[in-house]
């Protein structure tokens, strides 16, 4: 099975940037979007066609946003993580499977001069303890842009970004805490002391074409799943976003 998610930066342009080639190329069983700044309404293309697909908008039109593409239909699908001031802005879809639930968040970024890194470390908590509480009925697949770099590996300029925002000490120890509730970072499983795999890049100074990025995207499973893995990686080299596609695959 093959898993891919991206954060699209506006779905609508990334169809115009080449999504739908993408995804005909790339044939994802599941495919998971983040950012599409859309709703389902507002956008349409000929892919859709072989998937179920699921949207959670935001309720702030042209922002955020998360949708799900599935070839095999869910058992259930809900919205959110079931905390209004959380779930106003289309981040969370769930999708229940036999085996998994799969995750597909779009976790908020912290913003400049960390003003919205109090609620953001209220979101860790509250996501972890929802992802958690699914984990105890059947293992969890999270995906997404979790805003963040985890360890001086994820990040070109480390030091230089020591307080920004997706690498502030507390945001790290939120991402410290996943791992220590048993959740594997897949591309880390494979890849444990690889650098410069990054998969977002700043639009200035040419920092994509200089690979001066950080690994904020991921595919994250229960441990109880370690033994279905087969592989993880970043397509770094798959253009129409600031972020490129993160993919897992499972046996």
Known sequence: MKLVSWNVNG??????????DFVTGANPDILC?????ASPDQVSAPFF???HHYWNSAEKKGYSGTVVFTREEP???SFGIGKPKHDKE??????????FYLVNVYTPNSQNELRRLDYRMEWDKDFLAYV??????????????????HQEIDIARPKQNRRNAGFTDEER?????????GFIDSFRHFHPEEPDHYSWWSYRAGARAK???WRIDYFCVSGSLSKNLKSASILSDVMGSDHCPVVLDLK
Not at 11 to 20: P, S, T
Not at 33 to 37: A, G, I, V
């Open 75 to 77: 058992r259930a699908v």
């Open 33 to 37: 979007l983040q950012e599409t700044k």
């Open 11 to 20: 779905i609508r342009a990334a169809l115009g940037k080449g999504l739908g």
């Open 132 to 149: 958690k509480k699914l984990e105890k009925t059947k293992p969890v697949i999270f995906c997404g842009d979790l805003n963040v770099a």
């Open 90 to 99: 289309g981040r969370v879809l769930t999708l229940e499977y036999d085996d």
């Open 211 to 213: 690979n001066i990025g």
């Open 173 to 181: 120890a939120g991402f410290d805490n996943i791992v220590a509730a």
């Open 49 to 51: 066609e072989d998937f």
